[in-house]
């Protein structure tokens, strides 16, 4: 009897030890490589018609981008810090249709759409027509995590930007000389009036400057990233000008949660660039991760089913980067290129601008 009863204490003070073990473990979550794709838009980018300085500057801009979302990884920093801290970079950058870079509208204006989303908590924030805040991005991501709402639109979302301590600059601070060249060439062309040259923005040049790339190069022009954190969580972020001469208030799939920017940590992460009404009708980054949630296919696979059966029977055109918690990175376009980078703990920094690379 004793001795039975001496065995059943001691397995109850195993078990108890094992329970308290297996807490302990619970408790401390596993510990991921960290992961990160970036893509600065896509268009007719063709090697025969891209200078190579131009070229050059593209890629080491994509570079710094990608170094700063390296950089809040590897020090452990999570998926949402990356991805902001490295579209502040692209929206700084005048080469690229975000923030400083971006296009005009045909009233002679920029106007900034920007998104960010927490695959984690699946929080998002999302602002539209922002003409005052000099970071869209992390405009996007107060409205997430100082607001109640999920979306914010033009005057009130600067309003809400300045009551949160975001940097404001004067609308000016956004004109680039050849993003307004480029609008009145494309006014021009189409026969509709040019607005006048926006106040604030330095003398017009004696002579028109030569365009750094085709006109379609940024036809979609959008920049984004979606990165995975050593806590295995993901999250996507998208920022934008839109599209050169829109009209009306336009605007596109950037900052529409499911449409250009989505992410969930039961699936992937998702940044779109391209034709934003077709993304809005398809819910393209929604799609991409529905597939591999529901369907179980492999990124790569998703993505490609998306852009090239989906997107392309509707005629659409554009691209995704994509990432899981696992680890897969992805990237699918239809158009010549897509500006992109894509990089895993570890590893080196991989960079493609035109369709025949990796």
């Not at 970036?38 to 570079?63: C, F, N, Q, W």
């Not at 400083?100 to 045909?106: D, K, P, Y």
């Not at 695959?119 to 100082?146: N, Q």
């Not at 894509?342 to 025949?356: A, P, T, W």
């Amino acid at each position: 009897m004793k001795i039975a009863l001496r065995a059943c204490m001691l397995a109850g003070v195993g078990a108890v030890a094992g329970a308290s073990l297996m807490a302990q473990q619970a408790a401390v979550p596993p510990t991921h490589h960290w992961a990160l794709v970036l893509h600065g838009g896509a268009g007719v980018i063709e090697r025969a018609t891209m200078d190579p300085k131009t070229e050059a500057a593209y890629r080491a801009s994509i570079k710094q981008a990608a170094d700063a979302a390296a950089k809040v990884l590897d020090s452990g920093g999570s998926s949402v810090d990356a991805v902001e801290a490295a579209i502040r970079i692209f929206e700084d950058d005048p080469l690229f249709n975000a923030g400083r870079g971006a296009v005009f509208t045909a009233d002679g204006k920029n106007e900034l759409d920007a998104a960010i989303m927490d695959g984690a908590t699946l929080k998002a924030g999302a602002v539209a027509g922002v003409t005052r805040t000099r970071h869209p991005i992390s405009l996007a991501r107060a409205v997430m995590e100082k607001s109640p709402h999920v979306m914010l639109i033009g005057a009130g979302a600067d309003a809400f930007a300045a009551s949160v301590g975001l940097e404001q600059v004067d609308p000016s601070f956004f004109f680039t000389e050849r993003r307004w060249q480029s609008l009145v060439r494309q006014l021009k062309k189409e026969g509709r009036p040019v607005p006048p040259r926006p106040a604030g923005a330095p003398p017009e040049p004696v002579s028109e400057l030569a365009p750094m790339e085709p006109e379609g190069a940024h036809k979609y022009g959008t920049v984004g990233v979606v990165a995975l954190d050593r806590q295995g969580n993901i999250a996507a972020g998208t920022s934008t000008g839109g599209t050169q001469a829109k009209r009306w208030g336009r605007v596109g799939d950037s900052p529409i949660i499911g449409a250009g920017t989505y992410a969930s940590n039961r699936s992937c992460a998702v940044s779109a660039t391209g034709t934003g009404e077709y993304f809005i009708r398809l819910t393209v980054a929604r799609e991409v991760c529905a597939l591999v949630e529901y369907k179980g296919m492999p990124l790569q696979a998703a993505a490609d089913q998306v852009i090239h059966k989906e997107l392309q029977a509707l005629n659409g055109d554009g691209g995704v980067i994509a990432i899981t918690p696992d680890g897969q990175m992805a990237w699918s376009f239809n158009t010549p290129g897509m500006y992109r980078a894509r990089m895993r703990e570890g590893g080196k920094l991989e960079i493609g601008v035109y369709n025949d690379e990796p």
